[in-house]
């Protein structure tokens, strides 16, 4: 069959988003936002295949993949089927699949004689427990804590804590351009953040039409700290896809982590936090948050010699 891929517009969310949340994945791609803030980056494009299900095709290290279908889990086989007749007899090419989720895997047990199975494991995504990132509550936890309450102290009467929407992206544009200059370190990928925050701009330019949350922290009337996520209802999981504060105000991380959590997933059972890429620095600052677990990934290729 013809598979009609195109770009994924702003106009196209309502036709994608029915195709999310069907199936048990705990990973950040499980929720849309994911594939819209990275969709120049990755010249993400889509193609929705017998009206089952969502199936894509993005470019990196110049490279073709896609990625598991977007579909329910006893659609996935037969949706994999007509993407890998895509790409053996129209490209020519192997089979590629980006960042699969371990329990697409577990459900397909794909051949290992057919197909090659690689973990990216700088790319697993970190999982928390939502109530413990709520309260911050045991000796895990107290560093946190003082330092949230050391911000308040320090700032009372001088922060608030506020929902974003559209009408506030001018703020947040100017507070991502103060950020930029004040974030490069030697560790930083200049052209990743630089596309996290075209991804980011995209966000706001359709806000009205995205299942997005948006909130930050004001000090002294002037935007300090932004965040950004998403909600699994599947899995009762909130996906922090962004989250950015100056350096110079301490403990200021820390309380718009938890408050975001607080005031708009307080029902969240667990908290994806996405992945560290590889970097010391986000390790450890991941790691501090104690995860209950990982969302690991695999890429997976095809073994295959053309016809």
């Known amino acids: 069959m013809e598979l009609n ?22 990973t950040c791609e499980s929720v849309f936002l994911d594939s819209f803030l990275w969709r120049e ?17 993005m ?21 994999l089927m ?29 051949d290992p004689e057919e197909y090659e199975i690689t973990e990216e494991e700088d790319l697993k995504d970190y999982l928390y427990d939502g109530e413990a990132l709520r309260t911050l509550a045991g000796r ?21 804590y506020r929902l974003l929407g559209c009408q506030d992206r001018q703020d947040v544009w100017q507070f991502l351009d103060r950020w930029r200059l004040n974030k490069m370190e030697p560790e930083d990928d200049l052209e990743e953040l630089d596309q996290e925050i075209v991804g980011i701009h995209e966000i706001l330019k359709n806000c009205s039409q995205i299942p997005v ?21 599947l899995e009762k999981m909130a996906v922090i ?8 105000y301490n403990g200021l991380y820390q309380f718009i982590n938890q408050q975001f959590l607080v005031h708009e997933f307080p029902d969240a059972v667990l908290v994806n936090r996405e992945d560290d890429v590889g970097l010391p620095g986000l390790r450890k600052s991941k790691m501090s948050y104690n995860p209950i ?4 990934k695999y890429n997976v290729e095809q073994r295959w010699t053309g016809r």
């Not at 980056?41 to 095709?57: P, S």
């Not at 470019?59 to 949706?79: A, H, V």
């Not at 949350?213 to 209802?233: C, P, R």
Request: aromatic letters at 14%.
């Open 140 to 160: 895990k936890f107290h560093k946190k804590k003082n330092l949230v309450n050391s911000f308040k102290k320090n700032y009372e009467g001088r922060f608030e």
């Open 41 to 57: 980056y990755y010249k993400i494009q889509y193609a929705i295949c017998r009206e089952k299900g969502v199936l894509w095709r």
């Open 241 to 248: 896809h962004i989250e950015k504060a100056n350096w110079n």
């Open 82 to 110: 007509v993407i890998k007749q895509y790409f053996n007899e129209e490209l020519k090419l192997p089979l590629r699949i980006y960042l699969a989720d371990e329990e697409a895997l577990e459900y397909l047990k794909l």
């Open 213 to 233: 949350k948006m909130a930050g922290v004001y000090i002294d009337g002037k935007l300090e700290a932004f965040t950004v996520g998403s909600y699994n209802h």
């Open 59 to 79: 470019e990196t290290d110049g490279k073709i993949y896609t990625s598991i279908p977007t579909c329910r889990q006893e659609d996935m086989r037969e949706l």
């Open 5 to 26: 891929f195109k770009p994924v517009l702003a106009e196209d969310i309502q036709r994608i988003l029915p195709f999310f949340g069907l199936r048990p994945d705990k």
């Open 293 to 296: 677990g990982f969302a690991r």
